[in-house]
DNA sequence: AGCGGAACCTGTCGGC
DNA sequence: TGCCGACAGGTTCCGC
């Protein structure tokens, strides 16, 4: 489910709610997530600890916490974060419950079981994060960066866009809707590209980024807000999911094909 | 280095 | 109505 753009939006709105709050109980409901600590130690790791402040890497939610440490997660596909008033009992798919000092809750929801959640005393202990490349809004991610880095890669663009190793945050949705503002072919060889080309490349990623995180992210399912509303970048998207409908600039049916057991959309004509 | 396939788990949707 | 396959915003591991 989330991308970037979602992963930001929750973390904003995280961090809005969370800073100064202790978490009183930790309730795991199901202990998927945990990439198999036992439940005690994750939540003993837990407890008595304040949020101090929440941020993104990648698609990475970085929970930063007093006495210093890290609650780490990753949403997968169906992960979220919800902050409820008290509940009776857990609703259907909460994992587990971070009970705020004054009975409220951070909840993590996820019907398919694939999110993780990780408690860390130092960053770099944490090997995934380790392995993350560069992120679009750090000062590191830069045209010049972008070509050295393609040129040393005969990998299809597509699959070069969605490897978190390289550039770290983006999915399925938004490598779709990039290609198609820099009208660039998903199938291209990525040592193939000109250095306009990777220039059209570069400011795709940051205008087409920019513009989902300023409508919330997209909701094409289920992906929700931490207030349960809807993103609205959905109803910007030209490429992702509209196979066979005309392509807004030149009315080509866009086509759909299969890369890495993904789904790829795009204009034919358009993206070269 | 790069690719294809399977796996993790659960649900929805379309076709017959 | 019921069953079955395809597909879903992600990632990892394994073999060639």
Redesign the pocket.
């Known amino acids: ?3 970037l753009p ?1 992963v930001e939006t929750i973390v904003r709105e995280l961090d809005a709610a969370l800073p100064g709050r202790r978490i009183r109980r930790v309730q795991v409901f ?1 202990a ?1 997530a945990l990439g198999g600590v036992p439940v005690a130690r994750f939540r003993a790791a837990l407890e008595g600890r304040t949020f101090r402040h929440v941020r993104r890497q ?3 939610l970085l929970f930063e916490l007093e006495p210093p440490g890290y609650l780490i997660g ?5 992960g979220k974060f919800a902050v409820s008033p008290p509940l009776p009992k857990p609703l ?2 909460h994992r587990v419950w971070f009970e705020l000092e004054d009975g409220a809750l951070l909840v993590f929801q996820d ?4 999110g993780t959640l990780a408690v860390v005393e130092r960053l770099r202990d944490y090997a ?1 994060l380790a ?1 993350l490349g560069v992120d679009p809004f750090s000062r590191h991610f830069t045209a010049h960066w972008l070509a050295e880095a393609l040129a ?5 663009l597509k ?1 070069w866009l ?1 490897d ?2 390289k550039v ?1 945050g ?5 490598v779709a809707e990039i290609l198609y503002d820099a009208r660039l072919s998903p199938l291209r ?3 193939t590209l000109i250095a306009a080309e990777v220039e059209r490349l570069y400011r795709a990623v940051r205008r087409i980024l920019r513009k989902a995180i300023h409508k919330s ?7 929700r807000r931490v207030d349960q509303k809807t ?1 609205q970048f ?1 109803n910007f998207l030209r490429v ?2 509209k196979a066979g409908q005309p392509c807004p600039s030149c009315r080509t049916p866009i086509a ?1 094909v ?6 790829t959309f795009y204009c034919p004509t358009c993206q070269r």
């Not at 990753?74 to 169906?78: A, E, Q, V």
């Not at 992210?217 to 992906?223: A, C, E, L, Q």
């Open positions: 489910m989330p991308e979602e199901r998927d990648g698609k990475f990753h949403l997968r596909m169906t259907p798919y019907m398919r079981c694939f995934p392995a040393a890669s005969r990998t299809p699959h969605m978190q190793s770290a983006l999915g399925n949705i938004y060889t990525a040592n992210g997209t909701t094409i399912r289920d992906f993103g959905q992702y999911g759909r299969v890369q890495q057991q993904r789904s």
